[in-house]
Each structure stands twice: as structure tokens, then as C-alpha cells.
């Protein structure tokens, strides 16, 4: 049995591929079509968010983001530092320089306190912070908010792996001035890659979709000002994501379901410890992420690879990345301690409860013999 990290659920009724041959049947397999706009207003009706742009990717919705809010060279950006490559590279797109801040013990997210010592010793404000939702896990958005409303910082979310997840009540991605959501293959809904950027300012939103089709005027032929991007989503993705978002509460709830099924199966056991809520969070669970406590999580990642069981060390901070060796950091070593424990778990939303139990008593099997 091959266990995996996460990989696509298409639906049983194969709504994807009906919806496929919808389009192609009518031949509307570019950059317009019904499902484009069906698609984001799924994403819409599913966050509250007043307006969606759909995208090539989480990546670019983030390059969109911070063009149309006029971020540019020079300028300083703050990003969470515990996130993945594709949050912060977006920052050097524009020539603004990226600031790391370390996360919280409490929910790995990041750290609030830290964020406004940063600001309180700083002369000039960065413009923005991009603050990751790491595994679909809110952050601590009341202190969060806080801290960026009292110094001026325009809040960009990166909600990229947080689909469905909620803080008090309201979804990730809505909280800032814009938010940003992947649909790549890995994640808890996909369109075979893609990306959503969400706002309720029209502005913002009609600026990103411009930048988004290489920045045409609107004249009958192509004349442009300005030099923009081919970002805009085919319409047979936005068939496969709109698909998937018609499951988006099975699978929430099936991730959710796993994660508890680790949870009770490693209860007691003080050698692992599951990725932790704020209060008013309920987070997407997208992946299980654990810490191993006395264990190389690395040895025990290829243990288990050899028995057909995937899993993966936790993001490796930004700040630590050869690439961003340069840049500015505040830090107060939470995600290196996490990076150094930590692996994410198979979390597939087909996995059943027995397969999740398996998983679970192979690991704790090989903590007894290791340690
Ligand atoms: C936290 C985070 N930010 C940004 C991205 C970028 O999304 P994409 O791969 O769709 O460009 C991803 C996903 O891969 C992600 O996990």
C-alpha cells in the first residue's frame, strides 16, 4: 500500500472531466469562458470575498497583489518566514525587499509580538506584510490586525494552502486588503494548477486583471502603456477548480476527520505533537504536520518512505534560504525549532480511518525501535 503526502481527489461522479468536455465540446478552451467566471464565483460564494480573479497560480494572484497595490523597488515588504518559497519570492518580482518575521509557539503562524517590536524600533513602516496561513492553520488574526491597523501595513494574506479555513467565524484570505488562494495539484482542491486572488476593492481587482492580460488598453487593437503578464487561467482549469470547489465541504471535512484520526491515535504518546489551533480558529488541516520529540525527522522520513509511506519535513524558513541570505529578519528561532522536528503526514482526503491508523501505528513503531 502506497500511503500519499497529498495528491488530487477528483470526484466519484467525474465532475471534472464532464465539465471538461463541456468545454471543449464548445470549444471554449483559452483564456475566456463560462467556467472562469463560474469558478470564481464559487471561490466568492465560498469566502465572502466581493470580487475573484482567477490565475495561473497562488504565486502569481501574490505578484498581481502587490503590483496593484503599487509595491514597488525599493521598497520594504514583511512576509512570514515559515512559508514556502512561492509567498515570498513574489516580493522580489517587484523589486521591494522582503523582511522575514519569525512565527508563534501557539500556532506556528506568525508572531504578533514579535511583529510589533519590529515596527516599534522601525523609523519607516515596510508598505505590506504577506502573512501565510501555513497548512490551512489561521493565524492570530485579532492581534495581527491589531498591530498592522496601529502602523499602517496593508494586509495580504496568503491563504494558498487555507481553503475553507475560518478565524471567528470569517475565512482566511478576507482579512486584508487582498488575499491569495493555490490550486495547485497538491493541495485540498486543485484545478491542475492555478490560483485565485480575492479582494472587495474593485480597484485592486480591475488593476490585477489588467496586469494579468499583459496590460491591454481598452482599444479595439492591442496598444499597451504599461508591460504586464500572461496570468490569466484557462477556462478547462477553472472547469477542473470549479469542480472541486463543488466538493469543497467533503473535503474539508475529510482532512479535518484525518487529522483527528491521528490525533486520537497518538494520543498519550509525549514524543509527537500535532500542529496546534488558535481558539478561534478551524483550520483546513490541510496537512497533518507533526514534531517529533528526540527523533532526526529526516531519518524517520526515509524509514517511512521505504515503506511506502510519504511525508515531508516542514517548510524550511525563508530567512534560512541561501536565495534570501540578504535579507532582513527578525527572529526568535520558533521556525528553525520547527523546521528541525517536524514532518507533514499522509493527509489524502480518500484516506479512510483504518489507513490513517495504519500510518500512525507504523510511525509510533518506529519511534519504539529508534528511541
Ligand atoms: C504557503 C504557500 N504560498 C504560496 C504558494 C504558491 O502557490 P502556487 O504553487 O499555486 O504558485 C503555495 C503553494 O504551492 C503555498 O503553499
Redesign the pocket.
Known amino acids: 500500500m502506497k500511503y500519499n503526502l497529498s495528491i488530487p481527489h477528483l470526484s466519484d461522479d467525474k465532475r471534472e472531466l464532464k465539465y471538461i468536455a463541456e468545454a471543449m465540446e464548445n470549444n471554449n478552451i483559452g483564456s475566456v469562458g463560462k467556467f472562469i467566471a463560474e469558478f470564481e464565483y464559487a471561490v466568492r460564494k465560498l469566502t465572502g470575498a466581493k470580487y475573484a480573479l482567477a490565475v495561473t497560480?497562488?504565486?502569481?494572484a501574490?505578484h498581481l497583489a502587490l503590483i496593484a497595490l503599487g509595491i514597488g523597488k525599493g521598497d520594504d515588504v514583511l512576509a512570514s518566514t515559515f512559508?514556502?518559497i512561492?509567498?515570498a519570492a513574489p516580493i522580489t518580482y517587484v523589486g521591494a525587499n522582503p523582511v522575514f518575521i519569525d512565527s508563534e509557539a501557539g500556532t506556528w503562524n506568525l508572531d504578533p509580538n514579535l511583529l510589533e517590536d519590529f515596527l516599534k524600533a522601525r523609523r519607516k513602516c515596510p508598505k505590506a506584510l504577506i502573512l501565510?496561513h501555513?497548512y490551512g492553520q489561521p493565524a492570530n488574526m485579532d492581534d495581527i490586525m491589531m498591530v498592522c491597523g496601529r502602523f499602517g501595513v496593508t494586509l495580504i494574506e496568503?491563504a494558498?494552502?487555507a481553503i475553507g479555513a475560518t478565524y471567528d467565524e470569517r475565512h482566511c484570505g478576507t482579512f486584508g486588503t487582498a488575499g491569495?488562494f493555490?490550486?495547485?495539484g497538491?493541495?485540498l482542491l486543485t484545478s491542475g494548477?492555478?490560483?485565485i486572488l480575492v479582494t472587495d476593492d474593485k480597484r485592486l481587482i480591475e488593476t490585477a486583471s489588467y496586469y494579468a492580460s499583459n496590460a491591454r488598453e481598452p482599444m479595439m487593437h492591442h496598444e499597451h502603456n504599461n508591460i504586464g503578464y500572461n496570468y490569466r487561467m484557462s477556462n478547462l482549469l477553472a472547469a477542473v477548480g470549479l469542480a472541486q470547489m463543488e466538493f469543497a465541504n467533503e473535503r474539508i471535512y475529510a482532512r479535518r476527520r484525518i487529522f483527528k484520526t491521528y490525533e486520537n491515535a497518538f494520543a498519550g504518546d509525549g514524543r509527537i505533537k500535532l500542529m496546534p489551533q488558535h481558539i478561534k480558529a478551524s483550520g483546513n488541516r490541510w496537512l497533518t504536520a507533526a514534531l517529533f520529540d528526540g527523533v532526526d525527522p529526516k531519518k524517520l522520513m526515509v524509514k517511512l518512505a521505504n515503506q511506502g509511506i510519504e511525508t515531508r519535513p516542514l517548510w524550511k524558513p525563508m530567512h534560512t534560504q541561501p536565495v534570501f541570505s540578504y535579507a532582513e529578519k527578525y527572529v526568535s528561532g520558533v521556525s528553525e525549532r520547527l523546521f528541525g522536528m517536524g514532518l507533514c503526514l499522509p493527509s489524502c482526503s480518500q484516506m479512510t480511518d483504518a489507513q490513517v491508523r495504519a500510518v500512525a501505528a507504523e510511525i509510533t513503531g518506529m519511534l519504539d525501535i529508534t528511541g
Open positions: 497560480s497562488g504565486t502569481s501574490l512559508t514556502y512561492g509567498s501565510t501555513i496568503d494558498a494552502e491569495i493555490s490550486f495547485a497538491n493541495k494548477g492555478g490560483g
